[in-house]
């Protein structure tokens, strides 16, 4: 045998060989490079046909508000924080109990479930008004952006409880295990891929409710903001707004997934070495 065929192919190289740089490249190359291609055709396309600023603001001039602008978004920001926040957590406690009460008596799925089906039919634009004028306007965009995130929560608590593995159920009933036991160490651990997915949706439509709750009444927030200055014609401020919710929305949406690589490891790292991979 020559040395030619002696040396490993490509193919056959062990990942775990590679520089951590290149593993590091392949995650986050592919996400960086689409919204860069994006934002140097924006810029490109505003600098040849000059658009007005209030109709299309290039990147640049998004960046530079962005920067100058830093105190004003961060004081209606924390508004939206702090309301969709207050809600997710509301919609996540009030959500799961409905679910496991849905779930544990077909009575309480008769009584219960139609109506919060039927809650999403109602359109809250029209609700919130009357709730700003019922409970004031404080309370009700927290109410508005609760409503919005309480209704996926159940419906995925009530799907993933039902869908928990019967035999490790009836294995643990066989055993003499309780049902509050077989709950706490069979269902919700069962389940909880499924929830903590479902609180990655829902912590998007926590933000999604405070800014339309914001749009119906208030007086600070970044649906506030984005409203009033897309009437004054300060779009390049909207953008930088929308920005803002967009950077809350990822780091929420980051937070949980950090939490689920914490409470079920097992899903990102696999319980064998790869084929090739040495230990130190």
Known sequence: MSTVDALPRPAEISPARRPRWHHLALKIGP?????????????ACVAIFSPAEWLLPAPSAIAETLYQQHDRLWFHAQ????????????ALTAGLAVAVAITLSKTTE?????????????????????????VGYGTA????????????????GVDTFRTTDQNLIATARSMGAPTRWIWRHVTLPG??????????????????????????GSDRGLGFLSEVTTGQFETVVTF?????????????FAVISLLERLLIPHRYRPTRRRIGETTH
């Open 240 to 252: 930088a707004a929308v920005i803002w919710l967009a950077a809350i929305g990822l780091t929420y």
């Open 110 to 134: 008769r009584a219960l479930y139609p109506w919060v089906v039927a809650s999403q039919t109602v359109p809250i634009l029209a609700v919130a008004p009357l709730l700003g004028v019922w």
């Open 31 to 43: 996400v960086i490079l689409l919204p860069a291609l994006g934002i140097v055709v924006w810029e």
């Open 191 to 216: 389940a909880l891929p499924a929830l903590l997915s479902g609180l990655k949706l829902a912590s998007v439509f926590a933000v999604t409710g405070a800014v339309v709750a914001e749009y119906v």
């Open 79 to 90: 508004a939206t924080i702090a309301e969709s926040l207050l809600a997710l957590l509301l």
């Open 141 to 156: 965009q927290v109410l508005v952006a609760t409503i919005f995130t309480f209704f996926p929560i159940v419906v995925i």
